[in-house]
């Protein structure tokens, strides 16, 4: 049975015709979120255009959300794992939304590049081997 297809209505933050935002169980950060299509899709690349755009819609308006609701948040990471080899453990279609913070990290370079970790301080690697 899959979770996101059985959201309760007071886990739901925000929600339009085609999908709704809960927070994260496992939160990366204070108020990660997760934008989930309603229809039951496996991965991103397979929802319609209509399902996209709606869902778009609602990351912005998550990230308005999120601002409203606490002020030290300075930043975003938005990320989508698709296929298991990528991450994916829950196979519905969703969205983290994960506000930053400074100093959340020693050091934020890189960003989601870390999600392999030596390729995430590519401009250091990039200049180092320019001297070489």
Same mark, same amino acid.
């Given at each position: 049975?899959?979770?996101?297809?059985?959201?309760?209505?007071?886990?739901?933050?925000?929600?339009?015709? #085609?999908?709704?935002?809960?927070?994260? =169980?496992?939160?990366?950060?204070?108020?990660?979120?997760?934008?989930?299509?309603?229809?039951?899709?496996?991965? #991103?690349?397979?929802?319609?255009?209509?399902?996209?755009?709606? *869902? =778009?819609?609602?990351?912005?308006?998550? +990230?308005?959300?999120?601002?409203?609701?606490?002020?030290?948040?300075?930043?975003? =990471?938005?990320?989508?794992?698709?296929?298991?080899?990528?991450?994916?453990?829950?196979?519905?279609?969703?969205?983290?939304?994960?506000?930053? +913070?400074?100093?959340?990290?020693?050091?934020?370079?890189?960003?989601? +590049?870390?999600?392999? *970790?030596?390729?995430?301080? #590519?401009?250091?690697?990039?200049?180092? =081997?320019?001297?070489?």
């Amino acid at each position: 049975m899959c979770i996101f297809c059985n959201i309760k209505q007071g886990q739901i933050v925000l929600q339009n015709d #085609y999908a709704l935002v809960i927070r994260d =169980n496992f939160p990366v950060t204070p108020l990660h979120s997760l934008v989930i299509p309603k229809r039951h899709i496996a991965e #991103y690349f397979d929802m319609t255009d209509g399902e996209i755009l709606a *869902i =778009n819609n609602l990351t912005k308006e998550t +990230r308005k959300h999120i601002l409203n609701e606490d002020s030290s948040v300075k930043g975003f =990471n938005i990320g989508i794992n698709v296929g298991q080899v990528a991450g994916q453990t829950i196979f519905h279609s969703h969205i983290h939304i994960i506000p930053r +913070r400074d100093g959340d990290v020693d050091d934020p370079r890189g960003g989601i +590049r870390n999600v392999i *970790i030596e390729k995430g301080n #590519y401009l250091e690697e990039k200049f180092n =081997n320019e001297k070489s």
